[in-house]
């Protein structure tokens, strides 16, 4: 596809169940990011990837969420053991050169009960 | 490490009055700065960047946003407000050697017919 796409759009969960969100970037993009958006609040970053560089993860919020990226295209957000104060919006942005502009998808809604 | 600051959660104006909306940085060495634009129930989109030369930038929709260096500032900028303007407005940073791309906590826009 021409943009970024992620999936699933929503996802409702039962507390303490694990989940996976995933991201297809623009083709050529050698960045990838995921952010976490909070009732339209700010963006907090979570991790970004860049070609085979080892990924920055320090806005990881806790050991229960990971994030691979395979094959330099595709990347899967975990999140194990859901807790309700993970519900929120999961945006995935890919860019291309390091001064480029970030390109998002629409985000994966993600409501635990 | 990066940081960015919106001072404003929201700022006001009437239709065909200009606005700014603040932002201003931290950041090591050289900054990439950039603005983007989020509509109810739409994604991200970006509206322009600063990375070198000029320090006036002009951008999508009428758009325009000034680098002060001597401030840290990146102020968004538009010289008669529309009503469709109205939405939340991002500021990011990103330090010109590497990738990990900070957000502000976003400026929401109200412009009043």
């Known amino acids: 596809g021409a943009g970024v796409s992620q999936s699933p759009s929503n996802k409702v969960t039962e507390k303490g169940k694990d989940v996976e969100l995933r991201c297809d970037p623009i083709?050529?993009?050698?960045?990838l990011y995921w952010y976490r958006q909070s009732l339209g609040q700010g963006l907090e970053f979570l991790i970004y990837f860049q070609g085979n560089s080892a990924p920055d993860k320090s806005g990881l919020p806790s050991d229960r969420f990971s994030a691979e990226r395979t094959g330099g295209s595709v990347s899967t957000l975990t999140i194990q053991r859901t807790q309700q104060e993970d519900s929120a919006v999961y945006l995935c942005?890919?860019?291309?050169?390091?001064?480029?502009?970030?390109?998002f998808g629409e985000g994966s809604r993600l409501t635990v009960l | 490490a990066q940081s960015v600051a919106q001072p404003e959660d929201q700022v006001n104006v009437a239709e065909g009055n200009p606005l700014t909306v603040k932002c201003t940085y931290s950041v090591s060495g050289n900054p990439y700065l950039f603005w983007y634009v989020q509509y109810p129930n739409r994604g991200l989109q970006f509206l322009l960047k600063?990375?070198?030369?000029?320090?006036l930038v002009k951008g999508s929709y009428g758009f325009e946003a000034e680098f002060n260096k001597s401030q840290t500032s990146f102020h968004l900028k538009k010289p008669s407000a529309l009503v469709s303007d109205s939405a939340l407005y991002f500021c990011a940073v990103r330090a010109s050697q590497g990738f990990k791309t900070i957000f502000g906590a976003g400026t929401r826009l109200f412009v009043k017919a």
């Open positions: 083709s050529g993009h050698t960045a």
């Open positions: 600063y990375i070198t030369g000029d320090n």
């Open positions: 942005a890919s860019s291309i050169g390091q001064s480029g502009e970030l390109f």
